[in-house]
């Protein structure tokens, strides 16, 4: 089992900056693939991107591709998601997520631990 918590969300306005964080407990938080998402109320909840366990490789929504950055510090347990020149379309609740199994999927249902989210919201 892996317990992860979000935070760092927040409000800001539009060209502004928020970065996330994911602290993750429980088994080795390096074993596991771990993917950020995010979901509006209404929609379904959608990748945002996604990292491997020993930071090797980084995959993007093509709508955050040049602006979000993710990343991991693994003697830390904890991942990161950095967003810089945010939108307002990009105000949703923001979840982590880990995954056993070493590939690349964007695919929610491919995620095993999930933690509850935090809130940004980006004003025009």
């Known amino acids: 089992q892996v317990q992860l918590v979000e935070s760092g969300g927040g409000l800001v306005q539009a060209g502004g900056s928020l970065r996330l964080s994911c602290s993750a407990s429980?088994?080795?938080?390096?074993?596991?693939?771990m993917g950020w998402f995010r979901q509006v109320p209404g929609k379904e909840r959608e990748f945002v991107a996604a990292i491997s366990w020993i930071s090797s490789s980084t995959y993007y929504a093509d709508s955050v591709k040049g602006r979000f950055t993710i990343s991991r510090d693994n003697a830390k347990n904890t991942g990161y998601l950095q967003m810089n020149s945010l939108k307002p379309e990009d105000t949703a609740a923001y979840y982590c997520?880990?995954?056993?199994?070493?590939?690349?999927?964007?695919?929610?249902?491919?995620?095993?631990?999930w933690g509850q989210g935090t809130q940004v919201t980006v004003s025009s």
């Open positions: 429980g088994r080795t938080f390096s074993s596991y693939d």
């Open positions: 997520a880990a995954k056993i199994g070493r590939y690349f999927t964007d695919l929610t249902t491919s995620y095993n631990y």
